[in-house]
């Protein structure tokens, strides 16, 4: 089976524009979380989707968004882009049936924000 | 949400056993202890999980004692590829946002 995807795998961009990151989930998997990494703050939460359907939300502005597809693959959309959204942003897919679940990560997209 | 307590870093020697602690003094009836592996830039990897006991698989033991209030990652003999940072977070059932910490940064030397 093939692994969680991301793409791109490095992202560079400036100030005040937007960026959208695509996850594809390992077949089957029907739930698709993100997850934003920086030195400072370590790992955070951003969202999570099943079936279309945004199912949790992290503590972040309004101008990170997402979307999943009808074939599980996902997108994450940042607009306005500010100098501390530079990071490693994680995308983890599961089957999405119960909570302890075991998650599957990609190798992220590091982005990059000048 | 269930907060994680873990050592920012710990050191070892190649061949050496190595147990990480980490507390969760408010875990639920509910809540599952996962540990993830992290190396640079790549996303974490599943390590192992548990409800209470210990639990054992091929890389690694978990032991939770009855209060639940805290869990032990054991690596056996670690070598230097286990050079990584280790992530201990409770699962909660009730809204899923998994919260990672800071992780412990464990270092094998030669």
């Known amino acids: 089976k093939a692994g969680v995807t991301q793409t791109p795998r490095y992202l560079i961009k400036t100030r005040g524009q937007q960026v959208t990151l695509s996850c594809s989930p390992i077949?089957?998997?029907?739930?698709v979380s993100w997850y934003q990494q920086t030195p400072g703050q370590g790992l955070q939460f951003l969202f999570e989707?099943?079936?279309?359907?945004?199912?949790n939300k992290g503590n972040f502005p309004g101008r990170f968004s997402g979307r999943q597809f009808s074939n599980s693959r996902s997108e994450m959309n940042v607009s306005t882009l500010e100098l501390g959204d530079s990071a490693l942003y994680l995308c983890?897919?599961?089957?999405?049936?119960?909570?302890?679940?075991?998650?599957?990560f990609g190798s992220g997209t590091q982005l990059s924000v000048l | 949400l269930a907060k994680t307590t873990q050592p920012i870093s710990m050191d070892s020697y190649e061949g050496q056993e190595v147990n990480i602690t980490c507390s969760h003094n408010n875990i639920a009836t509910n809540d599952y202890i996962t540990w993830y592996q992290q190396f640079p830039s790549q996303g974490p990897r599943f390590i192992i999980q548990?409800?209470?006991t210990k639990v054992t698989n091929e890389v690694a033991s978990l032991f939770i004692p009855a209060d639940r209030k805290s869990s032990t990652l054991s690596l056996p003999r670690v070598s230097l590829s286990d050079t990584a940072v280790y992530y201990c977070l409770v699962d909660s059932g009730s809204a899923r946002q998994l919260t990672f910490g800071s992780g412990t940064q464990l270092t094998v030397l030669p």
């Open positions: 077949s089957g998997h029907r739930s």
């Open positions: 983890a897919s599961s089957a999405g049936q119960s909570y302890n679940e075991k998650l599957f």
């Open positions: 989707y099943f079936s279309e359907t945004q199912r």
């Open positions: 548990g409800y209470k």
